[in-house]
């Protein structure tokens, strides 16, 4: 197929302006949620202390102007669904989005990340050519867009799921059954299914090669025509029996409206013309704006090349790990932003011991009174956590006239079921170890392999 | 067309959800529960261990209250020593039941009101002096309960002639006595007559959710095993958080000879719950052992289950090699305090760490979305 004939294909405007809708309401309501919990307060404003990523140091909560970040965000979002301001305001959305999941990094998920690289390709497609508030300003709306604007959200789908897919081909999820053996059971006070099927080995297995293949299949069953439907029932059936099983928040939402793109236009036609019966402004009327066939991106070699640019990346960033020696499980070193979602069990504990160098004496520190519960137990099984909390600390005890502190950790972690091990060598100052993208060498490896993605 | 596809997909989807009910509902019927019987757990958690404890603890605050009503009557040394070996019975008792900060003693506060220690001395002759007995203000909590007593039977004066002398003719020092044996009697009984009505709702709560009676017991007893038993009898009169021992930080410090002893009944209440010996220690029933035995089959289960045991037993006779007396053991050779609490703290790992893991329990209940 040749490239410039694809990126001149044209398609209906329709199914982004349904993605748009769709995902601006979702957004809205997500953060409208995650204030009425009280996360704003418990997760930013209350610690003391916050994990950053590395080079985003500088991205910390705002104190109480955090609520005017969420404000902003969730206002963006409402102009997003209704196609108002479209392209300032999917800026604002990912700008605002991505600095609250910069923040701490304990808050880390796979599908927040998704929002936030989602949000950036939108900026660049014509989200708002059709049924949007910009059309009544600009007096015009589309009919057409440039295909390849809609299948780059199916490509990103695609990704998200096969590669999800790719990493549950290893030893513990396929022959252990692990970790949906430790969690089904646990799930014991589930109505009907709780007793019993969610107690049965063959069971584990079963969800666990069950969701293997749902992962790697999904994308092309819902992107071929003739299994479309079906596959559509299954994304649906799949991620509500995920969300009764585990506290998974907005993300199946998320994927179920997400995989509405992959219908035909005639489907999105259909759901505008739905809505515009639902609406009951009847100033939406195409006597008042101008109807235009194609629409036509103002610098499109510009933005095929971030677009291009921005796949290539995302095509290759989930393999890092390979970059890594060690088990990637357990030293999670490329583990995040890869799509490796809901792949292990780790629990660990992790107690700093802050040492003189001159004298030799020591004591070790109550962890909650520098962290939250959360905070204490995302930081003890993660390297870089407990690398920057070591920094924090070395900081916090060394003064003007004491410049002699040493910080060491007791750090054991249990991985999917296995016994507990010590972590990291005892024996190393992790106040004089830097953060890096190099390998961690004081972490100490994993007595047991696990073999695949 | 579309709409009827729309409507057709929705309904094959409710058709689905609801088919698999069904299934699920038939298949129910075949397979009898195979998880683990939580609520025969709680049953036996509550009717062999909690409730007995509480009520042979009660009694031995009533032996207490009588012994200081005669003291209290009659100072003299045989009373005193009467009270004194009360207060001691009643002590080691109290080590069985601190764990259990569930239903009403998390909501007076028991365990801080009963063993909050060091005892705030200047606090405590200020209250004597001033005939402050509002118990209930949190600055006073380390001025009652047992650390209280100890500092009234054995701390307020140089020998037994002195302390005897504080008490003659009915003094504040009486007064003050009396009101705190009073304030645990009370606490206790407002304790126990609740578990009459609250025995109901924590045997059916077994979920596994953040309010459920398993899940709270369990976070309660590793707890109290990390702070309650590791930190505040070993670790920090050991220095292990401060860098230097601070000795006046053992429990019983005016006593001085019963540290160990109160640390070993805490230990062994410890070993008899996660073993589910009853409290009188003639049966046994399901326990967090067993529970983790039950779990072997998708796990280390049963090694972690015996692991746990046999961990628990080498901190007890790393406790065994220690002098009674703590401030002893601390100013001649910490670093026995120091071995043992190494010993006591690798139970904790194993507790948070990989029990928790088993159970799939979480330490605390972080209130956020997972992924």
Known sequence: MNTSNYLEKKYSSAP?????????????FSIIRFWFKGWIETLYIEPSFHFSYYGFEWVKPLDHYTYV?????????????????????????????????????????????????????MIFLPANASFSIDNLIKKRSYLQVPKWTIDSIKILLTIVYFYSGLAKINSDWLFKAMPLKIWLPSKFDLPLIGENLMQLEWVHYLMSWGGMFYDLLIPFLLLYKPTRIYAF???????????????????????????????????????????????????????????????RLKKPKFIVSIISIFFIIQFLFPFRYL???GELFWNEQGYRFSWRVMLVEKVGSSVFKIANKKTGSFFYVNNDDFLTPFQEKQMSFQPDFILEYAHFLGDYYSSNEDQDVQVYVDSYVALNGRLSQRYVDKNVDLYNEKESFKHKKWILPLKDEIKGF | MIRKNIILLFFTSLLLVNCGGSDDESQSDDIAPIAYDRAK??????????????????QTLIDLDNSTKSFVAIPNQSNLDDIRSKWLISYKSWQHIEMFDIGKSEEIYFKSKMNSYPAFKTRIENNIMLGNTNFDDVSNYSSQGFPALDYMLFGIASDDTN????????????????SLVNKMLNSTNSVINDWTDYRTSFISSTDNTASSSVNKLINDFIFYYEKGLRANKVGIPAGVFSGNPLKENVEAFY?????????????????????????????????????????????????LAALIASKLETAKSQINTLSNNFINQIESDNNKMLVTYDA???????????????????VDYTDADGD
């Open chain 2, 163 to 178: 302390i005897l002398n504080k008490y003659t003719g009915g003094s504040d020092y009486s007064n003050y006595l009396t």
């Open chain 2, 255 to 303: 006593n001085k000879e019963v540290s160990k002893v109160l640390l070993l009944n805490a230990l062994d209440a410890t070993i008899k719950f996660y073993n589910g010996t009853s409290y009188d220690g003639l049966s046994s029933g399901p326990s967090l052992k067993s529970y983790l035995t039950h779990l072997n089959s998708s796990k280390d289960g049963s090694t």
């Open chain 2, 344 to 362: 006591i703290q690798s139970v904790v790992v194993l507790f948070k760490v990989d029990m928790l893991q088993a159970f799939s329990i979480n």
């Open chain 2, 41 to 58: 757990m709680l049953v036996h958690w509550a009717d062999k261990i909690i409730l007995p404890a509480h009520s042979s603890f009660k």
């Open chain 1, 233 to 295: 029932l299954l994304v649906i059936f799949f991620h509500l029996f995920t969300k009764v099983l585990f506290p998974i928040g907005m993300f199946p939402y998320i994927m179920i409206m997400g995989s509405l793109i992959f219908f035909d236009s005639s489907f999105h036609l259909k759901v505008i013309s739905l809505l515009k019966k639902i609406i009951p402004i009847n100033f939406i009327k195409s006597n008042h704006y101008k109807i235009v066939e194609i629409y």
């Open chain 1, 323 to 325: 970059l890594y020696p």
């Open chain 1, 69 to 121: 970040l969420f404000i902003i965000c969730g206002i963006s979002a409402f102009l997003v669904a209704v196609g108002l301001k479209y392209r300032l305001s999917i800026f604002l959305f990912f700008l605002s989005f991505t600095y609250i999941e910069l923040m701490d990094k304990t808050t880390y998920l796979n599908h927040y990340y998704l929002i936030s690289i989602l949000s950036f390709l």
């Open chain 1, 16 to 28: 982004l302006a349904v993605f748009r809708i769709g995902f601006g309401l979702l957004m809205c």
